[in-house]
């Protein structure tokens, strides 16, 4: 009847029959070079991960934080590419350091309730939201006499934080 069945536990027999589990290695899978996910872990093709509407909040928010931090603090390198001369000028400077607040402040409090359910986040996004559409509308008014990038800029930031703010509307409610 010859020899006795090696033991499961043992490390050598695993190595050496693959019909047994070995449990000391990773879940994924070694083909060649490549890590393959086992297949309850992985997304249909095709298909994107889920986005989180408290992270996008907050990543939002800290966008709008660091555009209304540089307005504040560097009114003229700022503004410039949107306004352009009119930021080198002291009335100029005004408006962008008074936008600057304005998103700062908008920023700053959408970051604080953006990760609490029911406190208070669409009020904040919809506070912005109205911001970018009042500054994607003044920028349409004004192309004629701003810089040639700053249309496009314009309607691709504030449009595009207008497009998310209405999705975050819905997600956070």
Known sequence: MGEPAPCPSS???????????????????ETSDVLVRPARFRRPAGSLPAVDARRAARLQALGRIALGGGLVAAPALVAGGWVGSAADKRPGQALAIGLGARDLAIGIGQLRTAGRRRAGAPAWVRAGMVADLADLIATLRARDQLPPLATPAVVAFAGGSVLLGAWLQAALD
């Open 11 to 29: 490390t050598s027999a695993t190595a050496a029959d693959p019909t047994v589990p070995d449990r000391t290695r990773s879940r994924t899978t």
